[in-house]
């Protein structure tokens, strides 16, 4: 648990709790600290992204290919292939960027193990030389010119304010994560799983920046634009830029490390056009303007635009001073994550307060008898006295975990990764797939993609691929992680389109159910189970082939029963608690059950009877067509799953990326209480004005390694003691292991309390209060409160903006900025009035993102580098996923 400041704020009550507010002063303001002041020329503010050194059928390179403005290219000097394919990726690069040259540096990295080198320094330096690069030998595993390379390459790079946007590329497992790591946090990490992607945010200084580099002004004031390598594209790209207006986009996308997420967003309006995806990601290249590096006057006049009468579009150019609370730092961050790590499990159950139910704590006042020894106990909470506790029940530190129920002995192994564990305990995960007519809606793969993917696999790459195409290519990588992680566990394909069809593991020929029962949900429900009774399922590590020819068959046509399918994979695995639905989509449900137009409660109620039977539902969606995601993902939401919407080229990628983002525990419960003059509120949720209370209790379903918390915490108007010096904080959360055993885990922690307001802006968590407000905002947006959001995004901007004084918080606050400039656009285009059909999809998604934003987004480069820990899965799964690279995809 973590707090937004080091001091839990009590307001004086002489303080004026409002300042005035010039709002267009304000926007001039936010756009200065964006750009953080006078350019001394040497801080530079870097944001790295760390790529997949797999190629997967993945658009996403060449965007951030052209987005970046410096790159480390990196091979691994005990593995010549992986010097070759730096040098082709190299080539591909200038391609993209259209270019003779691009500022990038080359690593032999791993240059510790010399005995296993099978790539000289001196023939490294030739193929540098060849590329006209420059060339370094490092190791990221002894430090050795690790920064070094990074200086090398920002001293290259035309300089744009202070940001950089830099690409970590080169083959897989050349060492791109573990130099990063030992950047940003001076770290070796031995282990890691494969990178998707990954980015960090880092405040250097770099002393001799050559002039030439330095950002230069006009005239008038305004940034020359000088793209990167421009001076020789091919006539082609050329011809493109000039003919390209900047578009409206182009100066709103987010942070490089999201430029991913981002521009698959983007991607979902261009992919039905791919000329006009190339224009305006090329557009973007040719004025260099990326997010961070729109000019400050430009920022200036977009931000001000924003302030436009919605009614009639002009801009409201007079002086409107407004009141606005001042925002605090009285915000608590719960990382669920922390359940995977090991605690001190006490020997008995909870002793809890009577009055209060907090539990004993390090913190609890312990009352002795009469031999000495602990008898009772005074609550920290509610100063109850309870009695009937021994020394052995004392926690000596604020984490303590208590085991309610032991794991079954069966094993109910969550993960499955344990052999032993037997099919009945893992669940089932059925596939519901998707396969009505929009499924055969084809998808451009961008050109130089194709090209890449012919050169490479030296044949015709393919120009169009349909969504089943790509649905059915994600899921065929996802059974075979499936079957390393968890071989023991049952698999089952259903898919649907005008009616449903029930396909096991895929050794029998399919069953199908259509006609009335598709209209009804107990009909569907017991159509389901009784399914279940005549198909014998058989673990993945027997049933992979077959599940994968049925796959490979599918074809798209028809209408689309998903509310039909839903309840007939509920009833498949009504019996089977721990099983996954996971529902691949691209349209809105309109046959029987479900339809979105008639029968849009019946996902909450798909969503109970799940989370009643230990079901979890996750939804993958395609985007840019209505999947009335809205109500759809109520039964996500209510079974705890996740939702995700993905353009149809990224879905391979992302597929694996939800997949490693491991769920940690399961039935999560969480109370948090804090003391009786506080009251405690959630961040997620819209609040009910009329209840307020120091405890409160939020079923979170499952926790996902990224799953956090944020609350905020409001001191009671009347009952507060200035005198009290600390405060304590305790959360309750009990929840399953992924071993099966019921477990409570109480975290206790006391905040020092403070009324000075400077001193609380001092000690400010700029990365906790700044996703605090961000998830805050998000749920007001949802809530349909958009100005309500607005204003708390901007209040809680000026506080961290004055409590951002050392390095790690400018860091942070300069991720917030980015964080927060994304959301007000959002705000700003839900002023424009609702939106319907794909376009509230994508509203949908854009803000269930960031209401269920980690905080590993919001740190700066030390923190967020210790928040790595070594990513370690199966070595034999990450090799499946090496193996891809030298396996071409099979084309028809
Ligand atoms: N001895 C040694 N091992 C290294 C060095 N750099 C990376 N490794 C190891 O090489 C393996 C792969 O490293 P990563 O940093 O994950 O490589 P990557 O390029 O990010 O791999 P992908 O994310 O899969 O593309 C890990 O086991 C690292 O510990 C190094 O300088 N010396």
């Not at 005008?498 to 006609?515: A, C, E, I, K, N």
């Not at 639905?581 to 409660?601: E, Q």
């Not at 900025?817 to 002023?831: C, F, G, I, P, V």
């Amino acid at each position: 648990m973590q707090f937004g400041s080091e001091f839990v704020y009590l307001r004086d009550h002489s303080e004026e709790s409002e300042e005035s507010v010039d709002e267009a002063e304000e926007a001039r303001a936010f756009s200065k600290r964006r750009h953080s002041g006078r350019d001394d020329g040497k801080t530079c503010m870097l944001d790295i992204l760390d790529t997949a050194g797999q190629e997967e059928f993945s658009a996403m390179r060449d965007q951030y290919m052209r987005t970046g403005n410096a790159f480390i290219l990196i091979f691994d000097v005990t593995s010549r292939g992986s010097l070759d394919q730096a040098g082709s990726i190299y080539e591909w690069l200038l391609r993209i960027k259209g270019a003779d040259h691009v500022p990038a540096v080359l690593c032999g990295n791993k240059v510790d193990l010399s005995a296993a080198r099978e790539v000289t320094a001196e023939e490294g330096r030739q193929v540098a030389q060849q590329h006209g690069l420059s060339y370094l030998e490092t190791s990221a595993k002894t430090g050795q010119n690790v920064e070094e390379a990074f200086h090398d390459v920002i001293r290259q790079t035309p300089r744009d304010g202070k940001n950089y946007k830099l690409a970590m590329l080169g083959a897989g497992g050349v060492g791109k994560s573990s130099l990063c790591v030992r950047f940003v946090q001076g770290d070796f990490v031995e282990d890691y799983d494969p990178t998707i992607e990954d980015s960090y945010r880092k405040l250097i200084t770099v002393d001799g920046i050559p002039q030439d580099k330095l950002q230069k002004k006009d005239g008038k004031g305004k940034k020359k634009k000088k793209a990167v390598g421009m001076s020789s594209s091919t006539p082609a790209v050329r011809a493109k830029t000039k003919s390209k207006k900047k578009t409206s986009s182009s100066g709103a996308l987010g942070l490089f490390g999201r430029l991913l997420g981002r521009s698959a967003d983007k991607n979902s309006s261009d992919s039905s056009d791919e000329e006009q995806q190339q224009e305006q990601t090329m557009g973007n290249e040719h004025s260099d303007s990326s997010d961070s590096s729109i000019s400050e006057e430009e920022e200036q006049q977009q931000l001000a635009n924003s302030l436009a009468d919605p009614e009639s579009g002009a801009v409201n150019r007079q002086k409107k001073i407004v009141k606005r609370k001042k925002a605090d730092g009285n915000v608590a961050l719960l990382s669920l994550s922390c359940l995977e790590d090991e605690t001190t499990v006490m020997p008995r159950a909870p002793p809890s307060c009577a009055e209060c139910n907090a539990v004993l704590s390090h913190l609890s006042k312990i009352i002795n008898g009469e031999d000495g020894q602990p008898g009772g106990w005074h609550c920290h909470f509610c100063n109850t006295r309870n009695d009937g506790i021994e020394e052995k029940d004392i926690p000596t530190e604020g984490t303590a975990e208590y085991v309610l129920a032991p794991a079954d002995t069966c094993t109910n192994d969550l993960s499955g990764a344990g052999s032993g564990a037997s099919p009945e305990t893992q669940g089932v995960v059925v596939l519901c797939v998707d396969v009505s007519g929009s499924m055969g809606v084809t998808t451009k793969v961008p050109q130089l993609q194709a090209e890449w993917k012919a050169m490479r696999d030296k044949k015709a790459g393919k120009e169009y691929v349909t969504r089943l195409e790509c649905m059915t290519a994600a899921i065929a990588r996802h059974l075979e992680r499936l079957e390393l992680d968890t071989p023991n566990r049952q698999v089952a394909i259903v898919t649907f389109q005008s009616h449903v069809q029930l396909f096991g593991d895929g050794r029998y020929p399919p069953t199908d159910v259509t006609g009335d029962t598709l209209n009804s949900y107990d009909g569907l429900i017991s159509a389901g189970r009784d399914l279940a009774e005549k198909f014998e399922l058989q673990p993945i590590k027997d049933s992979l082939g077959t599940l994968k020819e049925k796959v490979s068959q599918l074809s798209a046509g028809g209408t689309t029963a998903l509310g039909p399918a839903l309840a007939v994979c509920a009833g498949v695995v009504a019996d089977k608690p721990r099983s996954e639905i996971i529902l691949c989509t691209d349209g809105a449900a309109n046959v029987g059950v479900g339809d979105v137009r008639k029968d849009p409660g019946f996902y909450k109620k798909i969503g109970d009877f799940a989370r009643s039977h230990k079901i979890v539902i996750s939804i993958i969606g395609i985007e840019g067509e209505n999947v009335a995601l809205e109500q759809v993902s109520a039964a996500a939401a209510t079974s705890g799953g996740t939702v995700n919407i993905l353009h149809p080229l990224e879905l391979v990628r992302q597929i694996r990326q939800i997949a490693q983002n491991n769920l940690v525990a399961t039935d999560v419960r969480v109370t948090l209480m804090v003391h009786p003059a506080l009251v405690v509120e959630r961040n997620d949720e819209e609040r009910n004005d009329g209840e307020v209370s120091h405890r409160i209790e939020v079923d979170v379903g499952n926790a996902t390694k990224s799953t956090d918390m944020t609350f905020t915490i409001r001191q009671r108007a009347s009952n507060i003691d200035p005198n009290m010096a600390a405060f304590p904080a305790q959360a309750q959360i009990s929840f399953t292991r992924k071993d099966g055993a019921r477990c409570l885990r109480v975290i206790t922690m006391e905040t020092k309390a403070t009324q000075n307001r400077e001193e609380m802006e001092k000690n400010l968590n700029v990365a906790v209060t700044g996703l605090a407000a961000v998830q805050r905002t998000s749920a007001l947006a949802e809530g349909g409160k958009n100005d309500h959001a607005k204003t708390h995004l901007q209040n809680v901007e000026r506080l961290l903006a004055r409590g951002s004084v050392g390095t790690s918080q400018k860091e942070e606050h300069f991720i917030f900025l980015e964080e927060n400039r994304e959301l007000a656009k959002e705000l700003s285009e839900q002023r424009r009035g609702p939106q319907t059909g794909a376009s509230a999809d994508q509203r949908f998604k854009n803000l269930y993102k960031k209401k269920h934003a980690s905080v590993e987004q919001f740190l700066g480069g030390k923190k967020k580098g210790k928040a790595v820990k070594g990513r370690i899965t199966d070595k034999k799964l990450n090799q499946q996923y090496y193996d891809y690279e030298y396996q071409p995809e099979e084309e028809e």
